[in-house]
């Protein structure tokens, strides 16, 4: 049974810095590219980083400020988000495609303000 489960959002002021985390169970975590996405309310879903091996790719509105890295034994994977802007606010999915579907975790909020 395929899971993931985000954690580490919270408020934080703009400038400041969060770790998200999602934990991952149920396939074989290390063959296969890991996604951060993010969603506002009435908005479509936003992709946000990739990591895929020793690949990382970053949309251009973080690109600079959120890192994404991975644990292939501890099956996480991570988004280090630093210079927060009220704009990054939005519930953060991380995301996996195998071949039978796309899964998400349940999302966890990051709300950015003063």
């Known amino acids: 049974q395929v899971q993931l489960a985000e954690s580490g959002g919270g408020l934080v002021q703009p400038g400041g810095s969060l770790r998200l985390s999602c934990a991952a169970s149920?396939?074989?975590?290390?063959?296969?590219?890991m996604r951060w996405y993010r969603q506002v309310p009435g908005e479509e879903r936003e992709w946000v980083a990739s990591?895929?091996?020793?690949?990382?790719n970053y949309a251009d509105t973080v690109k600079g400020r959120f890192i994404v890295s991975r644990d292939n034994v501890k099956n996480t994977v991570n988004l280090q988000m630093n210079a927060l802007k009220p704009e990054d606010t939005a519930v953060y999915y991380c995301?996996?495609?195998?071949?039978?579907?796309?899964?998400w975790g349940q999302g966890t909020q990051v709300t950015v303000a003063s």
């Open positions: 149920g396939f074989p975590f290390r063959n296969y590219p």
């Open positions: 990591s895929a091996g020793p690949n990382t």
């Open positions: 995301s996996v495609d195998l071949p039978q579907e796309k899964y």
